[in-house]
Each structure stands twice: as structure tokens, then as C-alpha cells.
């Protein structure tokens, strides 16, 4: 049975640092490509970061040179460092793992970030 447990999030005051973490059991990180998004209220998930199965990483632009996605293979855990946080960070951010090649994903049960000062 897939789980991704998120954790990590809080509230900061802008201009700080937050390291969300996100552990995935019942699949491995090599086969499952990883991903946090992020939602506000009335709003759809928005992509921020992603990393592929070989461990390449793309994030969005709104997000690039502030936000970092990494992985522990071996701890089945990926991380979203977040620096530089403003207001407009503030939202549940949800970590999502996709089988490589197929369309079975899952979804975490989402962390608040709340950037307020």
C-alpha cells in the first residue's frame, strides 16, 4: 500500500527558510518519478518541483533559484528546501509520486506553509 506522509510545514516569516519532507512507502523513489505541488484556496494545484526517476529535477519559474527538490533513495524520502519565502508562498503544498510510464499516482495529505510576518 502506497503512503506519501508529508511534514515540515508552518508558519514563517518572510524572507525565512522551511524544509518540507515527504516519506513514500510501498514504492521505490526509482520507480516513481516525485513531485510537490501546491494549492490555495480556489485555486488548482500548481506544480513547484519535480524530480524523474533517474533524479533530474525541474522547478517552476515562480519557485526557481529559491526552492531546491532533492531525494534519499535509501530513505524513500524527498525534500523541497524553501528560501527566500514571501506571502505568496503561503498555501498546502502536497507532495505527488507517478509510476514512471503509467498513469497511477498518489497524493500526500498536504502541509500547511503560511508565510505572514
Known amino acids: 500500500q502506497v503512503q506519501l506522509v508529508e511534514s515540515g510545514g508552518g508558519l514563517v516569516h518572510p524572507g525565512g527558510s522551511l524544509r518540507l519532507s515527504c516519506v513514500a512507502s510501498?514504492?521505490?523513489?526509482?520507480?516513481?518519478?516525485m513531485a510537490w505541488y501546491r494549492q490555495t484556496p480556489g485555486n488548482e494545484r500548481d506544480l513547484v518541483a519535480r524530480?524523474?526517476?533517474?533524479?533530474?529535477?525541474n522547478h517552476a519559474d515562480s519557485v526557481k533559484g529559491r526552492f531546491g527538490i532533492s531525494r534519499d533513495v535509501a530513505k524513500r524520502t524527498i525534500y523541497l528546501q524553501m528560501n527566500s519565502l514571501n506571502a505568496e508562498d503561503t498555501a498546502v503544498y502536497y507532495c505527488?509520486?507517478?509510476?514512471w510510464g503509467s498513469g497511477q499516482s498518489y497524493w500526500g495529505q498536504g502541509t500547511q506553509v503560511t508565510v505572514s510576518s
Open positions: 505527488h509520486a507517478q509510476l
Open positions: 510501498g514504492l521505490s523513489l526509482t520507480s516513481y518519478a
Open positions: 524530480i524523474s526517476i533517474s533524479g533530474i529535477t
